[in-house]
């Protein structure tokens, strides 16, 4: 039961995840020309793409690495790689994500970092910055002892979670004050929910049904990697099932 429940879970997430990002590109696509690497408003585009693909879909398949039930036999150090690459994928598409809307702002002439979204995205981006730094230094490299690595894993756990929080935060206010912006001087306004407001609220509703599934399969004491020579209730059914 516990293997199905596991599975279950992690099949729903990445098929949310995979929507997610589809939809998010359509919605680009459809409502808003699509894509171009010009600087105009086609740039801007990939902007939302990118921050839903690497700040919240593959920052959390970054995060439930050590869920899989096969990383709990054999050598940790392939996991914490592929932990630290994963991350570091997810890092990149969200300075990419950076980089569209800043040539954009400059192409433009617009004034950047005035947004309570924009403000949201920077302390998440440098958060993130932080994070991965830290990480790499004090759990992939091998100098560390194994007393500060103790000391440190809660803190890191924890502001892995407020990353993840803050991203999904950004996004959403993202697609509202994109939608804003969009609809301002439609002749559909906002407030008549008119078809691009309906799909990108609802777009908006499946990042959140996504960050919340992540949060649970996180927060599940026995798909968590269990320390050396303990084991939950649960935890044995997931390693019989491999």
Not at 77 to 100: D, M, N, S
Request: charged share 5%; aromatic share 16%; glycine share 8%.
């Amino acid at each position: 039961m516990a293997v199905g429940w596991f599975y279950l879970s992690f099949y729903a997430l990445s098929l949310l995840g995979l929507m997610c990002v589809i939809l998010t590109v359509y919605w680009m696509q459809l409502w808003h020309g699509g894509f171009a690497w010009d600087g105009t408003s086609l740039m801007f585009n990939y902007h939302p793409v990118f921050m839903v693909a690497g700040s919240v879909v593959v920052y959390s398949a970054a995060s439930l690495v050590y869920r899989l039930p096969q990383s709990w036999v054999g050598p940790k150090l392939p996991w914490k790689i592929g932990h630290a690459v994963l991350h570091l994928l997810a890092f990149i598409l969200t300075v990419l994500g950076l980089v569209v809307v800043f040539q954009f702002h400059n192409h433009e002439n617009t004034v950047s970092l005035y947004s309570l979204h924009s403000w949201l995205g920077i302390v998440t981006v440098f958060l993130f910055a932080c994070q991965w730094f830290l990480g790499f230094v004090v759990f992939l490299l091998p100098w560390v002892s194994v007393w500060l690595r103790s000391l440190l894993k809660p803190i890191h756990v924890f502001f892995g979670a407020i990353i993840l929080f803050l991203s999904i935060a950004s996004v959403i206010s993202g697609i509202n004050e994109k939608l804003f912006f969009s609809l301002n001087n439609n002749t559909q306004p906002y407030s008549s929910l008119p078809s691009e407001a309906v799909f990108a609220n609802s777009t908006g509703m499946l990042v959140v049904a996504f960050g919340v599934l992540v949060l649970y399969i996180l927060l599940v004491s026995s798909w968590k990697r269990p320390e050396p020579g303990i084991l939950s209730e649960g935890q044995p059914l997931l390693c019989d099932g491999e």
